[in-house]
């Protein structure tokens, strides 16, 4: 069960719903219920029955998610180096956010494309790494209180591929990769050409001054990756705020817990149900749009280089027990309790209720 998911079911959708927030909502209130069908199952052990709908796997589902979380962090710790790793997070001024609200859809690629270009300059220049990065981005829109706060994390392997792909330029120490005000500087010069090329309506509608003064981009070392590629999971998948956060909900106001960033001690906030629903919906992306995106050698279009990278640093291969997977929880039989479900059938979609007899 899930309070958020039962309550965002429980509203009624606003007039001023996006396409892309009104299928999110649809998928939510259709997401493990007699719509979407399911599966009947049979105790092996003790010959009981049971059933189970299917999930939605919508992005901003509050029940979805987990499992292809847990599939992405596992990749990707498979795939990293022997380097050290760095957090790399590219932020937007504050007087950019309503073009960003505006036009969701080119703003969230222009910065990727252009932080993730960023880095490349950065990186290629002489008398720095000298050559060509690959990194994983992941999107993140929201603030701990749900506001509107767009930004990219990158978890980044610290040296770069030289042009001729023969050397391997390691980053000068384990907690520094490259020169952060560097970075955001050319950051902003890039966001500022491609907005006033691609965008000059919203261009021109951005502060003047916002382009003269310092943006902020911050880097800091992450070890071997494991607790980057971590961080990163937890906006893979997964929604805007958890079940847990949720103290109260009803049709009035919602009640929920967030950390203060200055502080870092755990407080509560309370809204209107509407502003609840305004904050929540505003984090649904845009259809189509990929939340996770991978650039340099890592593209999945750079098999070659990345061959090359790993033959540089001789990856090591390692050979470990294979462990037994864990049991799924919806194999569990709900009269003896032990995990020797097997699926006999399906449930139809639109069924009204189970089938006689499975309970």
């Known amino acids: 069960m899930s309070r958020l998911a039962d309550w965002l079911t429980s509203q009624t959708v606003p007039p001023w719903a996006s396409p892309a927030q ?21 105790c092996t052990d003790c010959a009981g029955s049971d059933f189970s709908y299917h999930s939605c796997h919508h992005r901003a589902c509050p029940r979805c998610g987990g499992a292809g979380t847990a599939a992405w962090t596992q990749q990707q710790t498979e795939r990293l180096l022997p380097v050290p790793y760095f957090l790399v997070t590219f932020t937007v001024p504050e007087e950019l956010r309503g ?13 990727f494309t252009e932080s993730a270009a960023t880095l490349q300059q950065v990186a290629a220049e002489p008398r720095l790494l000298g050559g060509e990065l690959g990194f994983v981005g992941v999107l993140h829109t929201w603030g701990r209180q749900l506001q509107h706060h767009p930004h990219v994390h990158y978890v980044v392997p610290g040296g770069g591929l030289s042009a001729d792909r023969k050397k391997w330029g390691a980053a000068r120490q384990a907690d520094w990769l490259l020169p952060v005000k560097r970075l955001a500087a050319v950051f902003r010069g890039r966001m500022e050409a491609v907005l006033r090329a691609s965008a000059p309506a919203l261009h021109a509608a951005v502060p003047a001054g916002m382009w003269q003064r310092p943006w902020v981009v911050h880097c800091q070392p992450a070890g071997s990756g494991t607790n980057g590629v971590k961080y990163l999971a937890r906006y893979v998948g997964r929604t805007a705020i958890s ?27 309370t809204v209107s149900a509407a502003e609840f629903m305004r904050r929540y919906l505003q984090h649904v992306p845009p259809r189509g749009q990929h939340r ?31 462990e037994p997977p864990l049991p799924q929880w919806h194999l569990r039989c709900p009269h003896c309790e032990r995990f020797t479900l097997v699926c006999v059938g399906t449930l139809p979609k639109q069924a009204r209720a189970p089938p006689v007899g499975v309970r």
């Open 22 to 42: 009104r299928r999110a909502l649809g998928a939510i209130a259709r997401c493990r219920t007699p719509a979407l069908g399911g599966h009947v199952y049979r």
């Open 292 to 322: 996770v995106r991978y650039f340099g050698w890592l593209h999945p279009a750079a098999i070659k280089r990345r061959r090359i990278v790993e033959t540089l640093l001789a990856k090591p291969i390692l050979v470990t027990a294979v």
């Open 99 to 111: 073009a960003f609200q505006a036009q969701p859809e080119l703003m969230h690629d222009l910065l």
């Open 243 to 269: 079940d847990e956060r949720i103290v109260s909900a009803d049709d009035d106001e919602v009640t929920f817990r967030y950390t203060d960033s200055a502080t870092q001690q755990r407080k509560v906030c």
